[in-house]
Nanobody, 117 residues
Framework: QVQVVESGGGLVQPGGSLRLSCVAS????????MSWYRQAPGKQRELVAA???????NYADSVKGRFTISRDYAKKTVYLQMNSLKPEDTAVYYC???????????WGLGTQVTVSS
């Protein structure tokens, strides 16, 4: 089973940038989907960005134009570049991996992102 581990979270001022990384272990398929979700205190987990294969990307409306998802197959890694961060981006960010082998995605433990002055 694929396992994923996130890193790169931290404390940043409004307007700042962070890059999150998610490394997958195990057999990875080129057609798989890797996604970033986030969950703020008292709120439901929401999709932030997803990439399927190496080309198809989708973003939550709230992050369009500010966040970019990318993928490095050789490193089995997906990145989330976050620019122009806002306090409302504060959340635990989770990575997930899914492919045709299972309806249940693999989840990481999350990385905390805090945007505050």
């Amino acid at each position: 089973q694929v396992q994923v581990v996130e890193s790169g979270g931290g404390l940043v001022q409004p307007g700042g940038s962070l890059r999150l990384s998610c490394v997958a272990s195990g057999t990875i398929f080129a057609s798989s989907t890797m996604s970033w979700y986030r969950q703020a205190p008292g709120k439901q987990r929401e999709l932030v960005a997803a990439i399927t294969g190496g080309v198809s990307r989708n973003y939550a409306d709230s992050v369009k134009g500010r966040f970019t998802i990318s993928r490095d197959y050789a490193k089995k890694t997906v990145y989330l570049q976050m620019n122009s961060l806002k306090p409302e981006d504060t959340a635990v960010y989770y990575c997930s991996y899914s492919d045709f082998r299972s309806e249940t995605p693999s989840w990481g433990l999350g990385t905390q992102v805090t945007v505050s002055s």
